[in-house]
């Protein structure tokens, strides 16, 4: 069974930044792709970015296009953790951020079979 636990989120202003981490269970980083999404209240989950091992010490990630720049994500094999570095936040990335693990790297929330509790994420005007 794999865990995964969220840490990092709080009540930030704007234009601040951010670094959440997923602490996962077992070898779930070098074993599956992890990803972090988000949902705001009143909103559908959506995909935040992604990462997996495309072998070796290499890995892929991804972004939704319109976060590409300012969120990066990252993982520490040796910790099994996946950190997502947020910059320049905005009042509209106020959500609950939640971390994902799953088979493969998609961007829907049905190809991730494992999920977090969410860790809350407030940016101020």
């Known amino acids: 069974q794999v865990q995964l636990v969220e840490s990092g989120g709080g009540l930030v202003q704007a234009g601040d930044s951010l670094r959440l981490s997923c602490a996962a269970s077992g070898r779930t980083f070098s074993t599956y792709a992890m990803a972090w999404f988000r949902q705001a209240p009143g909103k559908e989950r959506e995909f935040v970015s992604g990462i997996r091992r495309s072998g070796g010490n290499t890995y892929y990630a991804d972004y939704a296009d319109s976060l590409k720049g300012r969120f990066t994500i990252s993982g520490d094999n040796a910790k099994n953790t996946v950190y997502l570095r947020m910059n320049s936040l905005k009042p509209e990335d106020t959500a609950v951020y939640y971390c994902?693990?799953?088979?493969?790297?998609?961007?829907?929330?049905?190809?991730?079979?494992?999920w977090g509790q969410g860790t809350q994420v407030t940016v101020s005007s």
């Open positions: 994902a693990a799953g088979a493969g790297l998609g961007r829907a929330v049905r190809e991730y079979r494992y």
